[in-house]
């Protein structure tokens, strides 16, 4: 594999393209940097700090220096530079998250499992909203906790809805009824996950995001740059759940005639490996939708901004 000259704070690919940012996002959730110890993650930061005032030691390859960027960019949070918590990162989105896929795709399920599995999806995606935001301006952690709220209710209104409305009615035949269940969470989990992004970061449209110029030095905060990176977010939540939760039901659907109605104990496996799967696919092709760190021209934003600077765009980070 063949590395280009390395550049700080870059990409190894073009994100100017989506298939550029695509193989950016498949290596920035590189489930590997899970493991990573704290002794290789502090190695890394100081490879990049000796990048930066140019006293690398000999020896040191592109390769070192994108493999080190990609560690610390995979665990410590761009604003802060805080350490993510493991589950919360985007590396440990799929590992962690695909159990409860599985759980939400489970075969006829009662009301007390629908009620479970959307709390805890909306719970692990509250988490994840909130460890990988744009963290540049200060939120009072209540505003978090009522996005959070707001969102498991939604979640769990539209799962039990639509399961009560489907087993009330008695037009369907019940085998159409037994397909049309497979796909409830669906809907359930798209809405909600759009809301959940929405709810948790609501306060950024009143308080707006911090915008940088080219070399990353502050310009201002933007009003109208943070409606950008919640609309961008809020697409993307709202096609993650598109794949994963579409593709593990018709594999299933595909093998329920033959092999599964002889080994119906593989029902679990293929289910896991076809979550597994269809979320690791997912994934990647929906946060490359946009750029994380994004830019907007300057004549977008508010007057004050505009005055600011002479660059013709500013840049932002939409966050994960």
Not at 114 to 132: D, E, K, P, R, T
Not at 198 to 205: A, K, P, Q, S, V
Request: net charge positive; with cysteine.
């Amino acid at each position: 594999m063949s590395y280009p000259p390395f550049e700080l704070g870059k990409s190894r690919y073009d994100l100017d393209t989506y298939w550029g940012r695509f193989l950016h996002f498949v290596n920035v959730i590189d489930p590997r940097t899970l493991f990573v110890s704290n002794t290789k993650l502090n190695e890394c930061r100081q490879l990049l700090e000796q990048y930066k005032t140019k006293t690398l030691p000999s020896g040191i390859t592109d390769k070192d220096l994108w493999e080190a960027q990609k560690t610390v960019q995979a665990i410590l949070h761009p604003d802060t530079g805080d350490k993510i918590f493991m589950p919360l990162r985007m590396a440990g989105y799929v590992p962690f998250g695909t159990p409860i896929v599985v759980g939400l795709l489970l075969p006829d399920p009662t009301l007390k499992q629908i009620i479970f599995w959307q709390w805890l999806n909306q719970s692990h995606n509250a988490g994840v909203n909130y460890a990988n935001r744009n963290a540049t301006q200060h939120t009072p952690v209540s505003k978090f906790i009522t996005g959070y709220l707001s969102a498991v209710t939604v979640s769990v209104s539209i799962a039990v809805g639509l399961t009560m409305a489907i087993r009330r009615a008695k037009s369907l035949p019940p085998t159409l009824k037994n397909i049309v269940q497979r796909f409830v969470p669906l809907p359930a989990v798209a809405c909600a996950s759009t809301c959940n992004v929405i709810f948790m970061r609501y306060h950024e449209l009143n308080e707006g995001i911090e915008v940088v110029d080219e070399q990353n030095n502050p310009i201002g905060v933007s009003k109208v740059a943070a409606k950008k990176a919640l609309t961008e977010m809020a697409m993307t939540r709202a096609f993650l759940p598109v794949p994963i939760l579409s593709i593990p039901p018709l594999i299933l659907l595909a093998f329920e005639k033959n092999i599964l109605r002889r080994f119906p104990r593989l029902s679990l496996p293929l289910n896991t490996l076809a979550c597994t799967f269809s979320f690791g696919l997912a994934l990647p092709i929906s946060i490359a939708l946009f750029p994380q760190r994004s830019k907007v021209s300057i004549n977008e934003l508010e007057k004050e901004i505009q005055a600011r600077t002479n660059q013709p765009y500013v840049y932002y980070n939409k966050g994960l």
